[in-house]
Nanobody, 119 residues
Framework: QVQLVESGGGLVQAGGSLRLSCAAS????????MSWYRRAPGKEREWVAS??????YYTNSIKGRFTISRDNAKNTAYLQMNSLKPEDTAVYYC??????????????WGQGTQVTVSS
C-alpha cells in the first residue's frame, strides 16, 4: 500500500503564497505521476496540476501562479502557490499513480489540507 500525507495548508491573505507538500510512503515500487486536486465549498473536486516524467500540466485558472514540482528521491510532490485569490480557497488533495509491491498501477489519495485565502 501507498500512503500520502499532505501538509502546508493554512490561512493566507489574498496575494500571499503557500507551499503544499505531499509525501508518499509505504510499499512503493514506482510512482508514475503525482497530481493536485481541490474541492471548494459547494463545488465538485477539480484537477489542479500534475507532474509526470518531468512534464507538468496545469488547469487554466492557476497557470502562471502555481508551480508543481517533485523530489523523486523523497517521493514528495510540492505545489507552490503564489498570488493566491479568495477563489483558491479549497481543500487540496494529492493523488499519486503508483505501483506498490503488487506492481498494479493504482491511484492513491491523501487526506487533504485546507487552504483558506482571505480577501
Amino acid at each position: 500500500q501507498v500512503q500520502l500525507v499532505e501538509s502546508g495548508g493554512g490561512l493566507v491573505q489574498a496575494g500571499g503564497s503557500l507551499r503544499l507538500s505531499c509525501a508518499a510512503s509505504g510499499s512503493i515500487f514506482s510512482i508514475k505521476s503525482m497530481s493536485w486536486y481541490r474541492r471548494a465549498p459547494g463545488k465538485e473536486r477539480e484537477w489542479v496540476a500534475s507532474i509526470s516524467d518531468g512534464s507538468t500540466y496545469y488547469t487554466n485558472s492557476i497557470k502562471g501562479r502555481f508551480t508543481i514540482s517533485r523530489d523523486n528521491a523523497k517521493n514528495t510532490a510540492y505545489l507552490q502557490m503564489n498570488s493566491l485569490k479568495p477563489e483558491d480557497t479549497a481543500v487540496y488533495y494529492c493523488k499519486a499513480q503508483a505501483r506498490a509491491i503488487t506492481l498494479r498501477l493504482d491511484d492513491y489519495w491523501g487526506q487533504g489540507t485546507q487552504v483558506t485565502v482571505s480577501s
